[in-house]
Structures are given as C-alpha cells and as structure tokens.
C-alpha cells in the first residue's frame, strides 16, 4: 500500500479538515522534530493571504521568506516534500506551490485567525502609537512580544519599540533606584542612631564608675578623718554633739549635690537621644513625602494616558459620525436626481438622510439639501400613489403670483398679475374669484397688505386706486362664489369697503397698517408717504413729510419706521418722533431693494444679491446700525422681497432670478461665520411673492407660473408624512438595501417606527 492510499484512509477517519490539518503537522513533529512542525505552520500560512484566498509562490521566494523568520532550510524542504505527498499543496507549474483547494484554505484561514488577529492588533497598536508619538507602555509592550518576530515592522517602528522598550526600562529602573536610595538612606540613620547610643551609654557608664570611686574615697577620707579624730580627740568623746550633727549635714548635702550633678547628667543625655530622634524622624518624613511625589507623578501620567486615550476615542466617534453626517447630505443632494420608477428608494434615502442628522449632535436637520430631499421625496412619493394633497395649489393665476396675505383662521387670499384675487386654506383648494374694477387695465397687482388684525386688507394696483376690502366683505363674496348658482362674481363698485384716489396714475408699490388711528402708510409713485384712513369713506390721504420723496417700500417694527427710496437708499424714523422733513430721516446705507423688520431684527436685501441683517437697532444711531449690521452674499441676483415670520425666527428672500431662501435669524447670529440658509430651488419654483402662516408652521410661495406651494418649516412634518405613506399600504419597507448600498453602513439601519 502506497503512503498516498494509506493516508487517504487516516482522512476518511477525521471529522474536519482542521483535525487533518493537526493529524499531518503531528505526524511531520514526529518523523522530524518540533522544527519540522512549526516549518509547517509557517509553509501553510505563507500560502495563504490575510484574506483567507490561496496564494500562489516559488519555492525559492518561500524559503527566503521563511529562513528571514529564522526557520531552517532544511525544515522547509521537509515540510514541503511531506505536503506535497499528502496533496495538502501543489505544484501548478514548475518550482512554484499553492494549497491543494478552496476547501483546505478555509480550514487553515479558521486555525489561524487568531494568530492573524493577534499580529494585526498589535501591528495597529504599534502604528497607532508611532503616529501619535506615544510610547508603549509595559501592558502593551507585553502584549505584542509574542508576536514581534511575526510582524512586518519598517525600520522607523522597530525603533520606535525598541525605544518604547528602553523607555520601560528605564521607568523600572528609576523606581527600583528610589526604593533604594530610601533603603540605604534608613540604614544609615539606624546605624548613626546605634553610634550614637552606644558612645552615650560608655560615657554614662565611665561617669557612674567615676562618681562611685569618689564616693567610696570620700567615704574612705572620711572614715580615715573620723579615726584620727576619735584617736586624737579621744578625750573629747563628749563634744557637743552640735558639731557631730553639721559634719553629717555637711556629708548629706554633698550627697544631694552629688545627686543632682548625675539628675544633671541624666537630662542632658536624654536631650541629646531626643534631638537625633527628631532628626531621624524629619529625615524619614522628607524620604516618604519623596516616595509619595513619585507615586503620585506615576499616577498623574497613568490618568493623563487615560484621558489621552478617552479623547481619541471621542474624536473617532465625533469624525465617523461627521462622516456620515456629510455622507448623507451628498446622498440628500443626489435624491432629485434619481429616477422617477425610484419613489420608494428616494423616499427612503430622504428619510434615512434626515434621520442621521437628526439623532447627531453635529447634525443639522435643516440642511439645505436634506430639507430639499425631503420635500421632493414627499411630492413624487404623493403622486405615485395617487394622495391628495393641498401643499401644492397649480395654476392658480393666469399670470405671476403678485402677493400673498393671511386672512385669519388659515384663510389665505393671492394677487396676480392677471387682476384676480383668490381665496384658498382650509384643505380646499382656490376656487373663489374676486375681480375688483381697474378700468382697462387689470392686469397688474404691485401690492396687498392687509391690517394686523387682519380686518382691512388694502390692493395697490398698478394704477392710480387703492381698494380697501374688510375680512368679512371679502369672506362674504368668497362664500357666495361657491354656492352652485354661480362659480364667480365680479365685483362692481359696491363690492370693496372704500376706493381712494392714489394721486399718482402709476400707482401705490407698499403699504403698511399703523393703529390710533387706523390707517395705511402708503409709499409709492406718487413721491410721499400719505396715510389713508380707514373706514371713512371720502377722507383724504395726508402726506407725512413736507416736501416729496420717491419711496417704493416700506416696514413697521415697534416705533421705527424703514423706508426704502427709489434709489436704493434707506432712511429710518422713530413714529413719535417723525421729522417735517425727509432730510431729518437716519440714513443707514445705499444699495437696497428690499427690507423686512421684526422683533428688533432688520433684513434688507440689496442690488447686488447681498442681505444685511442686524439685531437690535431700535433707536441705534447710523454709525451704531452699521457696527453691528452682517453682510451675506446669498443670492446671485437683486433681491427683490424679504418677510418675517410671525415669531421673528425666519427671514425669506425672493432674488430677481426666483430664488427663495430661508434664514434661521437666532441661529445665523450665533453661527455667523459658518451658517447657510436654506435654499428652496424645488420644481416649477421661480418665487414672485411669499407669505409666512399666523401660527410660523408654513411659508406660502406664489410662482411666476401662477401656482402656489406650501414649505412646512419644521422638516419633522415631511419625514412623518412620508413614513404614513410608506407603511400606509401595509406592505414591508425595505430599509437594509439602501442603508448598505448607498450610505455602505453595517449597522442597524435607520426606519419609521
């Protein structure tokens, strides 16, 4: 039998290429010894790419390969030869090796994934920190030392683990170096203590036996004297005992001083052993305060480390989510552009684009083309499933949309340039025509303005009329036009409120509404501001300035008053201080075409497509107005018109070209330097007139076309309504294929709940 046949049969015995796998490495370990085996390891791999395919390479590339690992030749050549009996590799063509088949390397991709995982841990970690400058710390160089000799280092990260190394080193060192400086330090203060102690202990014991011999010679003098006295005085035994009891007075009081002398002695010695205590404690005091300094230095730089990395954490997740914050605003951006059978996956991607800025702090839900996303996606989602809608209101004039006012209670009324005025709102769409009487010119509206509590609504045609209409007259013919006898009615002179004589024959191009009393300041051809009153019939308009002044436009915020020139020039007024003559006006700049004030905030859009906002000017002088004013190059063209909302939040513009773009006023002054408007450059949208809604949800836009739209402020409306009109069939949405495709993201993807 053949060694090819009888290891066919050992393989019919295993369960898993993997057992194979070590069966053969086993018997290779065997027959030639542990360096054979690990030949083999490195043989397979080799043969195999980090992304589990086979590979395919000389035997003359391997063996430099292996041998710069440090593996033997002759352990290569073993390993081979055995690999090649037992079919695990193969020679496609002359002096060249791959493994066997597709099958095998799978098996070896799962054996060796974890050793692959590991070298690419450490290999990251290595490059991470040669980046940053940051060397290794002890941990992480032991992580990556078992796998060292495995890893493609350059020059450059050699060295730079070789320097993480000495670093380490050196740390250790330092500290093994203090530890004992503080050792020898304490050594030495114990044997100086022992120095010392003992030196004092000799001197206390040559003291004691000097003070005991002078006591045993005086008591031996004394016993010697009182022999000789009591042998020469014999005969005085019976001295007076008077001088018996001085001399042992005199021997106790010698005794006393001879106590007190060593008393004397004892307490300079201990003041001595106290002092070098203390010593020795302030010494130990200062090395622990040291020790202490290290240790809390090793602490500071293990914390700093910690920190260091949590803030390239944060960075890392703060630029993937920008990442994919700017990712699916090009994805918004390329949404009308998709095809028109695509509704459902335009619907998606506007939805899952606004869902990401949405949830991210550095998102901005109003991006200009994630709003526009949103708005086309919700338009070609409504027409493919046939919903009615009344955002969109198509060919309501004959001509240009000329204005837009509200009439209370979401009713709307429109101007053209045909001569018609429609009522619309309330989820109908405009189907009232008022005709008011311009002799033969109809055709023309420059301006409607209506009173602010909306019960007078005044129409400047282009001609020399005004027309004042109260709410309710208006509301009235609206109503009759409706009922089956009659789809319209034509007013005739009994149809408007008042009529008033402009006095130019060119007509009125502004107005707006004052209380106490009430009445309109008009500004037009005519070279004056005239204040008509209103509900009095036949009163005359009184001029507001003593000499004329071209104005065309004209705006009201609180008591100061704006007007526009028609050169361009604009002049501001304090109404209870309005002066006789129009050269008494403030004068804030030239260049203008359009203006807008509310709440303290001031638009004004110029000639050359720039629009100047400043806050808080109220009383401001020229000088102060222009300090603080901001100049944006936001159209390409003249702007024309721009409006406020109701809260003061958002200014429209409307350019000379059509553009309409809306202003987030509180953000732009906070983000001046970085923010852009939205720009509502949708379909069929040459902008004529613009007209924000009494509760800030809407802005109504009238076309050159004669249609009107509504652009709902708040983006969250669009993104609801197109999930009702995703889920609202009941089929499943397939929200995974466009996640991964287009925005080519693995997790879980964003959707309607």
Not at 155 to 180: G, H, P, Q
Not at 327 to 337: E, F, H, W
């Amino acid at each position: 039998m053949s060694k090819r046949s009888g290891i066919s049969k050992a393989i019919q015995g295993l369960t898993t290429l993997g057992a194979f796998v070590e069966t053969e490495l086993n018997a290779l370990e065997k027959q030639y010894g542990p360096f054979a085996r690990e030949a083999g390891e490195r043989v397979l791999e080799s043969l195999l790419s980090e992304e589990g395919t086979p590979l395919i390479t000389t035997e003359g590339e391997l063996s430099k390969e292996l041998a710069a690992r440090g593996t033997k030749a002759s352990a290569v050549s073993q390993a081979i030869e055995s690999f090649l009996q037992t079919g695990m590799i193969a020679r496609p063509r002359p002096g060249t090796l791959r493994l066997g088949n597709n099958t095998l390397a799978a098996a070896l991709e799962q054996r060796f994934r974890d050793q692959r995982t590991l070298r690419r841990e450490a290999l990251a970690l290595i490059r991470d920190k040669y980046r940053q400058n940051d060397l290794l710390t002890e941990k992480e160089l032991n992580r990556v030392e078992p796998v060292r000799p495995h890893l493609n280092l350059t020059t450059e990260e050699d060295n730079f683990l070789r320097r993480s190394e000495r670093a380490v080193k050196r740390r250790k060192w330092a500290l093994w170096m203090v530890i004992a400086s503080v050792i020898l330090t304490l050594l030495w203060l114990s044997w100086n203590w022992y120095n010392e102690s003992t030196v004092a202990n000799r001197e206390k014991a040559r003291a004691d036996e000097k003070a005991e011999e002078a006591l045993i010679s005086a008591e031996a003098a004394h016993a010697l004297r009182m022999k000789a006295i009591g042998l020469a005085d014999s005969l005085r035994v019976e001295k007076d005992t008077s001088e018996v009891r001085r001399l042992r007075a005199e021997l106790s009081e010698a005794e006393a001083r001879l106590q007190a002398f060593r008393a004397r002695q004892a307490a300079r010695l201990a003041e001595k052993q106290e002092a070098i205590a203390r010593r020795l404690a302030d010494t130990l005091s200062m090395q622990l305060d040291t020790v202490s300094k290290y240790r809390a230095l090793a602490e500071a730089d293990r914390q700093a480390a910690v920190d260091s990395a949590a803030s390239a954490e944060k960075a890392r997740r703060q630029a993937e989510a920008l990442a994919l914050i700017l990712k699916s605003r090009n994805i918004a951006l390329s949404v009308p552009q998709l095809a028109k059978d695509s509704v459902e996956r335009k619907a998606i991607l506007a939805y899952q684009a606004y869902a990401i800025n949405r949830d991210n702090d550095q998102g901005d839900v109003y991006n200009s083309d994630v709003y526009k996303a949103l708005c086309h996606a919700l338009e070609a989602l409504q027409e493919e499933r046939g919903f009615l809608t009344t955002d969109k209101y198509p060919n309501v004039h004959d001509g240009a949309v000329a204005g837009i006012i509200e009439g209370g209670d979401e009713l709307y009324f429109s101007a053209g340039t045909d001569g018609k005025i429609y009522s619309f709102g309330k989820g109908f769409a405009p189907r009232s025509k008022l005709y008011y009487p311009l002799g033969y010119f109809p055709e023309v509206v420059q301006k409607m303005t209506k009173s602010a509590d909306t019960r007078w609504v005044m129409v400047c045609p282009r001609f020399g009329q005004l027309y004042l209409y109260q709410a309710h007259t208006l509301l009235e013919v609206m109503a009759a036009a409706i009922t089956p006898s009659s789809e319209q009615i034509e007013l005739d002179k009994r149809g408007y409120d008042q009529k008033c004589e402009y006095g130019s024959r060119w007509g009125a191009t502004d107005a707006v509404f004052i209380s106490e009393p009430d009445a309109f300041l008009v500004v037009g051809h005519a070279g004056n501001v005239l204040k008509q009153p209103v509900g009095k019939p036949g009163a005359r308009a009184e001029k507001l300035f003593k000499e004329d002044h071209p104005f065309r436009s004209i705006t009201l915020d609180g008591n100061t008053l704006y007007l526009l020139d028609q050169d361009g020039r604009l002049m501001a007024g304090l109404m209870n201080q309005i002066p006789a003559s129009v050269k008494n006006l403030r004068h804030l700049g030239s260049g203008y075409a359009a203006l807008a004030a509310k709440g303290g905030f001031f638009a004004g859009g110029k000639q050359s497509g720039e629009v100047v906002l400043a806050a808080g000017i109220g009383s401001a002088s020229p000088d102060d107005f222009l300090a603080v004013a901001h100049s944006n190059q936001w159209h390409q063209a003249a702007v024309m018109s721009a409006q406020f909302s109701p809260d003061g939040r958002w200014l429209a513009t409307i350019s000379r070209d059509g553009v309409l773009r809306l202003t987030d006023v509180p953000r732009y002054f906070r983000e001046a330097a970085t923010y852009q408007p939205i720009l509502l450059d949708m379909k069929d949208s040459y902008v004529t007139a613009i007209c924000f809604s009494s509760d800030n949800q809407k802005l109504l836009a009238g076309t050159k076309e004669g249609s009107i739209r509504n652009f709902y402020l708040n983006p969250e409306h669009y993104a609801r309504q197109i999930c009702e009109l995703l889920h609202l069939k009941g089929e499943k949405v397939d929200w995974q294929t466009p996640w991964r495709k287009d925005f080519q993201e693995k997790s879980e993807p964003k959707k309607c709940y």
